[in-house]
């Protein structure tokens, strides 16, 4: 199950934590299914001051006229939806997700999403442009001043040739698929990807008897604004501030429902 808790989890904590998510499943909401056979049904995630800031995904398969579930995902709310290109579907795929090499269609960005919601749509996704909400949950996460102290330490520094040309290094939009993936197989998917930090908002979300503290990062990335969740108790972020550069390898959904 694509939690992917370790973004803003401590692994001490995380089967505890699982344990008490998988208890809401009974809470669900807003059941969704395109071929009768597969549901998914939500569970709205709100702060301590009751504003909702993403949601818990459920989906299940119906076996012997019971539901069972057989995956759960978190979204964090996006606001405005990007338009990708499903371009190749990858071997890691199943029954309760599936996993994609996209192309953002207006920027020509390739990268790669797991998908959320899949079964709110009835058509095969592979070769679609779908337009999809983005959230992403990093699993290494490092702070630069800027894109030149990055580019820097990378090694990749603007270098001007004797011709006066100047070769550039990253671009602060840069992204990039665990290129391994495609074509083989790999079962690690997964992007690599820049932003700059546009805000900033601090989360307190109680699940059952847990309580957590993390934080949630609007960062503008090549596909637009995509809200990040970290947490201090697993990432250094002791430099953490507005405008400062993000370098993440990070599991990205792709949410098919709003």
Partial sequence: MPLHLNSFVEEKKDKKIFAEILDLCIKAQNPISSDGVHFHMDYSL?????????????????????????????????????????EYKLPKSGEATEYYDVIAVDDDLHFQVETVNRYSIKEAVEGTTREVYLSAFPFTFDIYDNIEVFNEKSGLK??????????????EQFMCPNISNSESNETDSYTFMLGIIKDIDNIELKIGRTTMDFKILYLKTGAGIIPTVVSDKVFDLSNLEKGKLVAMNADVKADFRK
């Fill in 46 to 86: 709100v702060d301590e001051e009751k504003e909702r800031f993403g949601k818990l995904v459920f989906t299940f398969s119906v076996v012997d006229d019971c539901l069972s579930l057989i995956d759960a995902d978190i979204v964090i709310v996006s606001e405005k939806p990007k338009s990708l290109l499903f």
């Fill in 158 to 171: 603007d270098i001007k040739t004797k011709t006066g040309e100047v070769v550039y290094g990253f671009s």
